[in-house]
């Protein structure tokens, strides 16, 4: 089982967008993939087609509590066949205000209980550094920055790498790094994201993946609920998509953490 966590203390960088089209990527290769969506907002379950009217068993934050298991709570994904979802909901606010003692290793502990059921998985996080996020972090194998081209959002990614390193790698999970930085929302017209993105390679190299445009395609694939490979499949942001995740995955494959 290979778990991918996709992370960066800033809305609106286009995070969820991206592990909803890591998740599309896997479940098209043949993998068997489990999405968790960690956000209270739940955007990663409706853009894998979970709606209001989706009769769900138990949410992220009841398997994160031990109400629920993984098994008990995963929902398939309408619009990602092969695809399974552990749907976020509001209920997530509560439990990230008042965590459990084990929250941060509860999801590093369930995962290899299933890891006869699902060959991948992706975690949406939270765009926070917040109990949730260090949950999904301390599960991860691989963790992925989605990153829009505007400084305060690059100077996340090295708060990120703080958090990373100074409450993870020691005791959590030993070794555990950013593996890939998958540049958003880019217009190379635009001075500031030539500039932002020549500090990216730079300073992460061939961890930087193939850039994915701006896209008004994006936006309207949330509205359909659906990622938007599925959803424009022939789009040119559809082909940068596949561009990175391409990159992405090879360079994550054989390496795992913890």
Same mark, same amino acid.
């Given at each position: ?16 967008? %991206?592990? &909803?089209? +890591? ?5 098209? #290769?043949?993998?068997?993939?489990? *999405? ?20 769900? &068993? ?20 309408? %619009? ?8 976020? &909901?509001?209920?997530?606010?509560? #439990? ?16 290899? %209980? ?8 992706? +975690? ?6 917040? *109990? ?6 301390? &599960? ?12 305060? *959002? ?8 703080? $958090? ?13 790094? $950013? ?37 008004? *395609?994006?936006?309207?694939?949330? %509205? ?26 090879? +360079? ?7």
């Amino acid at each position: 089982m290979n778990v991918f966590t996709v992370a960066l203390p800033k809305g609106g960088s286009t995070k969820t967008a %991206t592990a &909803a089209e +890591i998740v599309f990527a896997l479940a098209k #290769l043949g993998h068997r993939v489990l *999405a968790v969506d960690l956000d209270e907002q739940g955007n990663l379950s409706t853009r894998l087609g979970i709606t209001p009217q989706t009769p769900i &068993a138990a949410t992220a934050a009841e398997v994160l509590d031990a109400k629920a298991t993984l098994l008990e709570a995963a929902e398939p994904a309408p %619009t990602v066949p092969g695809a399974d979802v552990i749907v976020g &909901a509001h209920d997530l606010t509560a #439990l990230q205000q008042q965590p459990p003692p084990d929250l941060v290793t509860s999801l590093r502990d369930m995962l290899p %209980t299933v890891k006869d059921r699902w060959d991948s998985v992706v +975690i949406d996080t939270p765009p926070n550094i917040g *109990a949730l996020t260090l949950a999904g972090l301390a &599960a991860a194998d691989h963790v992925i920055v989605s990153v829009e081209l505007a400084t305060e *959002a690059y100077d996340q990614i090295g708060r990120l790498e703080a $958090v990373i390193d100074g409450q993870l790698t020691r005791r959590i999970r030993p070794g555990l790094s $950013v593996d890939a930085i998958v540049p958003t929302k880019v217009d190379t017209r635009r001075l500031l994201d030539r500039e932002v993105l020549a500090l990216l390679t730079d300073r992460f190299g061939e961890r930087v993946t193939p850039t994915i445009r701006s896209a008004v *395609a994006v936006r309207d694939a949330y %509205t359909a609920g659906m990622t938007v490979s599925a959803y424009d499949p022939g789009s040119a942001v559809a082909a940068d998509y596949k561009a990175a995740i391409d990159h992405l995955l090879a +360079i994550t494959k054989g390496t795992q953490h913890g």
